[in-house]
């Protein structure tokens, strides 16, 4: 049996003027899948995912996420999916339950499921003694798991992580991969940035972009027998050394 | 003469009317010429310690030295003496490249002629840009500006508050490359990153947790008191084999590395059995720096 894609993406390119951001990027990613999107700064990452996303329109291609097509169901695409970056995810000035309800509603979650997620979300987190604290003065591995979390309240057929785990320390970092394990495990499909070439192993598939393309794709096991590499590390030094263009 | 020594230093902010230890009982030295890397986290207190070193703020109690002048009676002196890059770019975004080198020059009573020897490695890189506005340059080479910035007055201490976050693998590994060839110029570096990896480029480490020293020696000494045996495992489905070992009573700690799980077991023949389970490849491993900052958070919450 043929695994079900859920993001499906044909020669997909943005132009800026004579700049291609992203310039033709082709792949697939299945159901359940954690999937790696590497790449230098300036590589056409977060253009590409901003296209995925629903976000911004792109100069031409094809791409699907969810079985909505970007050009045409952008707004579906946003219902549909999760989305997560460790620069901004939760609202600092609410609490931590303002902020569940806020983004189930959002997401249009009745009320009776908005209680029922906001009691299993405190309880799955241990953050019932916190419900009505400021998420401000929440410790950063805290705020993370909690917006991971927030981040698919909706079940998602899709999350998209942009850089989730940056500054946060080793075990906390190792608890958040787990909580993206057990999605997986239960068929939520996790799309995810990272520059800690650690977690690139953690991945399913990784891709490797390069000056707008994707140079690599593949397991983190074949990658580094195709580069003749003993860690993901030096098959994205060899990979991103090649850049020609300035970054960001 | 000793570079920078801390003793006892300690440091408390009200938050959230609540008080929070930013920097607990801090103390170590720094030898003149050494590169010293100040390893842990968001909220170990790096940014704290160095702003109380470089005279930016008070400590609450505890005593600081730099180049041989204390941070609260004689900051003027350090001042002149050290160089500082923040975390956060803090050029003048509407200058340009070479207004900014050029106001910091003068502000220190210097010019770019006289240190130029000093920055041509790193300014050479950001040179063909020199007419353009701070605020229009790249992540990269706004670090480049700000680092030649931070050494126009040929500092004796240097200060870089997490100059790699957020930045990536090979601009990483370029950024060391440029303090590498800066100590041989004899910079004393202190350079604070949350990137475990680069413990290893450092002449000697101090590793930081919510305001405490974990630990302070060279990377291999380090490395060296980690006493535990250290086990890799690998298997087809690593989030079963990972709940799987949880579940073990035999096993003390497993937590994910890479492409293994790295595993310390109470009883081997235990984790040899759910090896055999799984079909799993298993073998012992040297730690490296982040198995060893997990150990010491551990022992730390069990002492707490």
């Known amino acids: ?248 | 003469m000793i570079a920078v020594q801390a003793q006892n230093i300690t440091k408390k902010f009200l938050q959230n009317k609540s008080e929070v230890i930013a920097l607990n009982d801090i103390s170590f030295d720094v030898n003149p010429g050494e590169l010293f890397g100040v390893i842990g986290p968001d909220g170990a207190g790096k940014t704290t310690l160095f702003r109380i070193l470089t005279s930016l703020i008070l400590a609450d109690s505890g005593l600081a030295k730099v180049d041989g002048f204390d941070v609260v009676t004689q900051y003027k002196d350090i001042r002149k003496r050290v160089g500082y890059m923040p975390g956060r770019f803090s050029l003048y975004q509407d200058l340009t490249v070479e207004e900014n080198l050029n106001f910091f020059a003068t502000i220190f009573n210097t010019s770019i002629a006289e240190n130029y020897e000093l920055i041509k490695d790193i300014y050479e890189q950001i040179a063909p840009f020199k007419d353009r506005r701070a605020g229009q340059l790249s992540g990269g080479m706004k670090q480049k500006l700000a680092l030649s910035c931070a050494l126009i007055h040929r500092p004796s201490v240097l200060f870089l508050d997490e100059p790699t976050t957020g930045v990536d693998a090979v601009s990483r590994k370029e950024f060391w490359d440029m303090l590498k060839r800066l100590k041989t110029q004899g910079i004393t570096i202190l350079v604070s990153t949350p990137y475990m990896d680069e413990a290893s480029l450092c002449d000697r480490i101090a590793l930081m947790q919510k305001g405490k020293l974990l630990g302070i020696d060279t990377p291999d000494e380090i490395l060296n008191q980690f006493d535990n045996k250290l086990w890799a495992i690998k298997a087809t489905d690593m989030y079963s084999l990972l709940l799987a070992l949880r579940n073990d009573p035999t096993i003390n700690h497993a937590y994910p590395f890479g492409e293994y799980h790295h595993v310390i077991a109470n009883d081997e023949n235990g984790l040899k059995l759910l090896a055999n389970k799984f079909n799993a490849e298993l073998k012992i491993v040297q730690p490296d720096i982040e198995d060893c900052f997990i150990a010491l958070m551990q022992d730390e919450t069990l002492s707490a």
């Open chain 1, 1 to 248: 049996m043929e695994r079900e894609k859920v993001i499906e993406v044909k020669e997909l390119t943005k132009k800026y003027g004579d700049f291609y951001a992203t310039n033709a990027i082709t792949f697939d990613v299945y159901k359940g899948e954690i999937f790696g999107f590497l790449g230098a700064n300036g590589a056409g990452k977060t253009t590409a995912m901003r296209m995925l996303c629903g976000l911004s329109k792109p100069s031409s291609g094809q791409a699907t996420v969810a079985g909505f097509d970007v050009f045409h169901n952008p707004d579906d695409i946003k219902r549909n999916i999760g989305y997560m970056s460790q620069k901004f995810s939760l609202y600092e000035d609410l609490t931590v339950k303002e902020n569940i309800r806020f983004y189930s509603g959002i997401y249009g979650l009745s009320s009776k499921q908005i209680i029922e997620k906001t009691t299993s979300l405190l309880s799955k987190l241990h953050l019932e003694e916190e419900k009505n604290t400021l998420v401000k003065s929440l410790p950063l591995g805290w705020k993370q798991k909690l917006a991971f979390s927030i981040a698919i309240v909706h079940n998602p057929a899709i999350v998209f992580l942009d850089e989730p785990t940056g500054g946060v320390d080793p075990i906390t970092r190792r608890e958040f991969w787990e909580m993206i394990y057990e999605a997986s495990a239960r068929g939520t499909t996790i799309f995810v940035t990272t520059h800690y070439m650690d977690e690139a192993e953690y991945c399913n598939r990784v891709s490797i972009m390069v000056d707008g393309c994707i140079e690599a794709l593949d397991t983190p096991i074949n990658l580094k027998k195709q580069f003749n590499a003993k860690t993901m590390d030096d098959v994205f030094l060899m990979l991103a050394r090649k850049a020609k263009r300035q970054a960001d």
